[in-house]
């Protein structure tokens, strides 16, 4: 159930510091669930040509310069020979192996991002290397020793990289990996940030998290930083709860932040996808979320911001009252399709309830909503005796979807979990988890075609020319005919895969960074060639 609802904003504005010049382009992004109502202000009309470069890669064109390749969160490459005539003659070119102290999710959950003649990546220890993109050779490595379960990321602009630790953010020469500017942004020990940096026109984005490791921190809430590139200084900040004493009981709940980068559309509106809120599903004394009455503003909300301001222009909720662990996090996507006969701009979102939406990027109306994978007992609240639920805690859409030519494509998780009104919380048995990927007709949800998978789809999808890659937790990775569904690749890496792949001119990046199934340490970074 979806709730609508209209704001003035909270935002709040730092001082304004002198950054770099133009690139004012933005490009969007889509996040969905729950009907928007918003009432944006005029808008300045934004420059084409600036808008143009932002939502392709611009002097970029060729690269991965950001975690989802472009402002938009696209994932889709087409200045690549990679299509369905030729992908089968894909070659491992050369192996990598990743350094890091595995945690439970392994050494890496992240996407390599690709600038010119170089590749980077960045462990779960917040370590980033640089790598000679045809030799896979180690150009510089930068310890930073910072360990974050992920999604983590890096993300170049303005001749300057960008990533986080778990505390804070930092800026890098590529050249050289040396220190242009760091910034904390949360004291150790009161929550995280586990997000890939964004960024646009002359601004970073990140966002801290409540939780440490799985373990969520009473009294903490996620916050959204926009910073000056040029040198990490505040521009303003966001609160992703609504509600300062966190709904009555802060010495209980948390809840709110990001794990996802957002999405910039043609207009200057920042998209995010908000978090859940937390105990889950409750506690001996409050089941069923009883310790944070209503409907738990702004987690899992997709949000509409202003980029420039932090002020909030609307928001959406999609899983109100959330007790299930449904999280709104996957990266949205902007794009442009036909609504009653006219073009108009879209964003989608998607996230662990298992379900897909898209809006009007400018007033979040509701276009359709799909449901992929299995549902079962995925609402109202929960008994007291023991009841399996799907999605579970570990399924839904966990990575991020892609589009292209106007099919969106959605990678998902079937893994069930047991929960009880006051617990249950727990990882499952990942041996049971399978998976899927869904094509969809972006103009009207409707499924195209789905393909079953082996294991649990946590590789993101990402597509060149008519060609969609996904992977699985097992290591697989494959490639389908994106009209058809038709396997045309497939190759088995010697680790699991819960990283997401990039594409640079002839060549797919895959990152295989935890143990999966078999508990392998063999963790490599994979160069697949023509």
Same mark, same amino acid.
């Given at each position: 159930?979806?709730?609508?609802?209209?704001?003035?904003?909270?935002?709040?504005?730092?001082?304004?510091?002198?950054?770099?010049?133009?690139?004012?382009?933005?490009?969007?992004?889509?996040?969905?669930?729950?009907?928007?109502?918003?009432?944006?202000?005029?808008?300045?009309?934004?420059?084409?040509?600036?808008?143009?470069?932002?939502?392709?890669?611009?002097?970029?064109?060729?690269?991965?310069?950001?975690?989802?390749?472009?402002?938009?969160?696209?994932?889709?490459?087409?200045?690549?020979?990679?299509?369905?005539?030729?992908?089968?003659?894909?070659?491992?070119?050369?192996?990598?192996?990743?350094?890091?102290?595995?945690?439970?999710?392994?050494?890496?959950?992240?996407?390599?991002?690709?600038?010119?003649?170089?590749?980077?990546?960045?462990?779960?220890?917040?370590?980033?290397?640089?790598?000679?993109?045809?030799?896979?050779?180690?150009?510089?490595?930068?310890?930073?020793?910072?360990?974050?379960?992920?999604?983590?990321?890096?993300?170049?602009?303005?001749?300057?990289?960008?990533?986080?630790?778990?505390?804070?953010?930092?800026?890098?020469?590529?050249?050289?990996?040396?220190?242009?500017?760091?910034?904390?942004?949360?004291?150790?020990?009161?929550?995280?940030?586990?997000?890939?940096?964004?960024?646009?026109?002359?601004?970073?984005?990140?966002?801290?998290?409540?939780?440490?490791?799985?373990?969520?921190?009473?009294?903490?809430?996620?916050?959204?930083?926009?910073?000056?590139?040029?040198?990490?200084?505040?521009?303003?900040?966001?609160?992703?709860?609504?509600?300062?004493?966190?709904?009555?009981?802060?010495?209980?709940?948390?809840?709110?932040?990001?794990?996802?980068?957002?999405?910039?559309?043609?207009?200057?509106?920042?998209?995010?996808?908000?978090?859940?809120?937390?105990?889950?599903?409750?506690?001996?004394?409050?089941?069923?979320?009883?310790?944070?009455?209503?409907?738990?503003?702004?987690?899992?909300?997709?949000?509409?911001?202003?980029?420039?301001?932090?002020?909030?222009?609307?928001?959406?909720?999609?899983?109100?009252?959330?007790?299930?662990?449904?999280?709104?996090?996957?990266?949205?996507?902007?794009?442009?399709?036909?609504?009653?006969?006219?073009?108009?701009?879209?964003?989608?979102?998607?996230?662990?309830?298992?379900?897909?939406?898209?809006?009007?990027?400018?007033?979040?109306?509701?276009?359709?909503?799909?449901?992929?994978?299995?549902?079962?007992?995925?609402?109202?609240?929960?008994?007291?005796?023991?009841?399996?639920?799907?999605?579970?805690?570990?399924?839904?859409?966990?990575?991020?979807?892609?589009?292209?030519?106007?099919?969106?494509?959605?990678?998902?998780?079937?893994?069930?979990?047991?929960?009880?009104?006051?617990?249950?919380?727990?990882?499952?048995?990942? $041996?049971?988890?399978? %998976?899927?990927?869904? @094509?969809? +007709?972006?103009? *009207? #949800? =409707?499924? !195209? /075609?789905?393909?079953?998978? &082996?294991?649990?789809?946590?590789?993101?999808?990402?597509?060149?020319?008519?060609?969609?890659?996904? $992977?699985?937790?097992? %290591?697989?990775?494959? @490639?389908? +005919?994106?009209? *058809? #569904? =038709?396997? !045309? /690749?497939?190759?088995?890496? &010697?680790?699991?895969?819960?990283?997401?792949?990039?594409?640079?001119?002839?060549?797919?990046?895959?990152?295989?960074?935890?143990?999966?199934?078999?508990?392998?340490?063999?963790?490599?970074?994979?160069?697949?060639?023509?």
């Amino acid at each position: 159930m979806s709730i609508i609802l209209r704001t003035r904003g909270v935002g709040r504005r730092g001082r304004r510091t002198p950054g770099w010049a133009g690139f004012t382009a933005l490009a969007a992004l889509v996040l969905a669930i729950g009907p928007g109502m918003a009432a944006p202000g005029p808008e300045a009309a934004p420059d084409p040509a600036a808008v143009a470069e932002s939502h392709g890669r611009g002097a970029h064109a060729r690269d991965w310069p950001l975690s989802n390749g472009d402002l938009t969160n696209t994932r889709n490459v087409t200045r690549t020979a990679i299509d369905s005539r030729t992908v089968k003659d894909l070659k491992v070119k050369w192996r990598l192996p990743l350094e890091g102290k595995p945690t439970f999710a392994g050494v890496m959950a992240s996407n390599p991002i690709v600038v010119g003649d170089t590749v980077y990546l960045i462990n779960l220890d917040s370590d980033v290397t640089a790598v000679d993109k045809e030799t896979g050779k180690v150009r510089w490595k930068r310890v930073f020793d910072s360990p974050s379960v992920g999604p983590n990321g890096v993300a170049y602009s303005h001749g300057l990289l960008f990533g986080t630790t778990f505390t804070g953010v930092f800026a890098l020469d590529p050249a050289t990996g040396r220190t242009v500017w760091t910034r904390e942004l949360i004291p150790a020990g009161q929550g995280g940030i586990d997000v890939a940096p964004h960024v646009y026109e002359d601004t970073v984005v990140v966002s801290t998290v409540p939780n440490t490791f799985g373990k969520y921190v009473p009294g903490a809430m996620g916050t959204i930083y926009a910073l000056d590139a040029a040198t990490g200084k505040e521009r303003w900040n966001f609160n992703t709860i609504k509600d300062g004493d966190l709904w009555g009981h802060p010495e209980i709940n948390s809840g709110g932040g990001t794990w996802y980068a957002p999405a910039l559309d043609s207009h200057g509106r920042l998209f995010v996808t908000i978090a859940n809120p937390a105990p889950l599903p409750g506690t001996p004394e409050y089941p069923n979320g009883a310790s944070r009455p209503g409907p738990n503003l702004y987690t899992n909300c997709l949000l509409a911001i202003d980029s420039r301001t932090g002020k909030l222009l609307w928001y959406q909720a999609t899983a109100p009252h959330d007790i299930r662990d449904y999280d709104l996090q996957d990266p949205p996507i902007v794009t442009t399709t036909q609504v009653n006969g006219v073009r108009t701009e879209v964003v989608l979102a998607a996230g662990k309830m298992g379900k897909v939406f898209a809006y009007r990027a400018d007033n979040g109306t509701p276009l359709w909503t799909l449901s992929v994978g299995t549902h079962m007992n995925d609402e109202g609240p929960l008994p007291d005796t023991p009841t399996v639920v799907m999605p579970g805690i570990l399924g839904g859409v966990e990575t991020p979807m892609a589009l292209s030519r106007g099919r969106l494509f959605v990678p998902w998780v079937d893994t069930p979990s047991t929960l009880t009104a006051t617990g249950g919380l727990q990882l499952p048995d990942y $041996s049971v988890g399978r %998976g899927g990927l869904t @094509a969809a +007709d972006v103009s *009207t #949800g =409707k499924v !195209l /075609w789905k393909r079953d998978l &082996p294991q649990m789809a946590l590789g993101a999808a990402t597509v060149a020319n008519d060609v969609v890659f996904t $992977s699985t937790f097992d %290591g697989q990775v494959f @490639a389908f +005919d994106t009209a *058809t #569904g =038709k396997t !045309l /690749w497939c190759d088995k890496t &010697p680790a699991g895969i819960i990283s997401f792949p990039a594409i640079s001119g002839n060549t797919l990046f895959v990152g295989a960074g935890t143990p999966g199934l078999s508990g392998s340490s063999q963790f490599e970074l994979i160069a697949y060639s023509l």
